[in-house]
């Protein structure tokens, strides 16, 4: 009887044993909750003082403080640690702030966030500056881009598509008013599309004029003409299409000019110098650019197509200088975006503020991304694997860099999402003539339709 309650605990102990590795492996998120988080809140607390001083993170203490030490315990005084706040447990990881010691800056608790995660068993560890004085330390207990799952709190509104995961388990947020233009790069198959689409049907549901140029006959953007105000599918299209824009730019310049030019006395809050210091019953809908593939409106074989060349490049250069006051954004995706496209390329590359870089061919392409911003993002863009697409190196131009990863959205969803929100797309006429053509749903596709019964008197 004895033997057989030994075997009976030991297999419960392997079994519980087994069932927490599969869960780790299978099921991170639900792991963590129950054995991750006790775990690491213990060695937390437990390792505090001791792993703070191990990572140089101490100072000496006040006089007065070790006057008090001495006279009250008479024990050694020893270098104190930055001050903890309450710790914050959340279902990705936990959240803590500490107050630094004088002296200190959040660059050193940046420098020691390796050894923090190995100290308290965790994923990852990443340092927030939260105001003069105050970090905040986000531990991350699983690698949430694995597997993504966005918060349910998303910070969204208007021109905001919560777009993507950070690594620190926060939404990457498109922000088209603080970062008006943006260069995506990435090979094949490196879940470039996925974030274009993402991106596409988070504006979809916002009152704006959506705009598409894919030279390769227009099987990226297509499936989404219901909600698109005007597509390209090829260069001949595509020079059409800019001229209109860069058309309706100068009449938005116009009608700011004329708000502009209104009486002395005015009050200052309605003397604007962009779009959106326009009344709103004035203000025309903000209008999105999506490039695919940039590279075909560079590549020419003769010299009449160059010359149609430079006039498109011309328009796009000049869009992105000038557009974001008029309400006009761009959105250019390419595989390679350098010099050797040929004129214009680099001028056009520096006016796109923010830049994400998924899996590239080789570590020039991640150069073009991310050198000319944040040159220690170039070997992380270069160290994405192929078997996790949709990962990718988001920066901008302050400099700051992260890994993010879209969720996957297959593209019948997308499209549904678009032929759903066709209502909201404005009107605006310079881009009547390049609306695409969607074909009408079929009956069946609204249901069944009641047959007429004869009356009977």
């Known amino acids: 009887m004895t033997d057989l309650v030994t075997w009976a605990e030991l297999g419960g102990s392997l079994a ?3 069932g927490a590795a599969y869960a780790r492996h299978a099921h991170p998120a639900a792991y963590w909750s129950t054995v991750g988080l006790p775990l690491s809140v213990a060695r937390l607390l437990a390792s505090y003082s001791s792993t703070m001083d191990a990572c140089g993170l101490t100072v000496e203490p006040s006089r007065w403080r070790a006057l008090a030490v001495r006279a009250t315990t008479r024990r050694e005084v020893r270098p104190v640690p930055p001050r903890r706040g309450v710790i914050r447990p959340t279902t990705t990881g936990l959240r803590i702030r500490l107050r630094l010691a004088p002296g200190q800056e959040p660059a050193d608790v940046a420098a020691s966030a390796e050894r923090l995660r190995h100290a308290w068993g965790v994923h990852a560890v990443h340092v927030r500056d939260v105001k003069p004085g105050v970090v905040e330390l986000r531990l991350v207990g699983f690698d949430v881009l694995r597997k993504v799952r966005m918060p349910r709190r998303l910070d969204g509104g208007s021109l905001r598509i919560p777009v993507a995961l950070r690594e620190d388990a926060t939404a990457f947020v ?32 916002q009152p704006v004029a959506l705009v598409g140029i894919d030279c390769k006959r227009g099987v990226e953007l297509a499936p989404f003409a219901p909600r698109l105000s005007a597509l390209a599918t090829d260069p001949d299209q595509a020079a059409e299409l800019l001229p209109a824009l860069m058309k309706e730019m100068e009449d ?6 004329a708000r502009q030019g209104i009486a002395p006395g005015t009050p200052e809050e309605l003397i604007t110098s962009d779009l959106w210091g326009l009344p709103e019953d004035e203000r025309p809908a903000p209008i999105v650019l999506f490039v695919d593939e940039v590279a ?71 150069k073009m991304a991310l050198g000319d911003i944040a040159p220690e993002a170039v070997l992380a863009a270069c160290a994405i694997a192929p078997e996790l697409p949709g990962l990718a190196v988001v920066g901008d131009t302050s400099g700051g860099w992260s890994r993010i990863r879209t969720p996957y959205l297959s593209l019948a969803d997308a499209a549904a999402t678009c032929r759903a929100t066709a209502h909201l797309a404005p009107d605006v006429p310079a881009l009547h003539p390049l609306r695409p053509y969607v074909q009408p749903m079929p009956v069946e596709a609204y249901g069944p339709v009641a047959t007429a019964r004869p009356v009977i008197e």
């Not at 938005?252 to 000019?257: A, E, G, H, T």
């Not at 060349?309 to 390679?336: F, K, N, S, W």
């Not at 214009?344 to 020039?364: F, I, P, S, Y």
Request: aromatic share 6%.
């Open 16 to 18: 519980a044993i087994g």
């Open 174 to 205: 498109r922000d088209y008013q603080a970062v008006p233009h943006e260069l995506v790069l990435g090979a094949t198959l490196s879940g470039k599309s996925m974030y274009l689409r993402n991106l596409l049907t988070g504006l979809a549901a």
């Open 252 to 257: 938005r310049y116009d009608l700011i000019k």
């Open 296 to 366: 075909e409106l560079f590549l020419v074989a003769t010299r009449k197509e160059e010359e149609r060349r430079d006039e498109m490049v011309t328009h796009l250069i000049r869009l992105a200088q000038l557009g974001r006051a008029a309400g006009i954004y761009l959105e250019v995706c390419g595989q390679r975006f350098g010099a050797e496209l040929g004129k214009g390329a680099t001028m056009l590359r520096a006016q796109l503020t923010g830049r994400v870089c998924h899996r590239v061919n080789d570590e020039a392409s991640a």
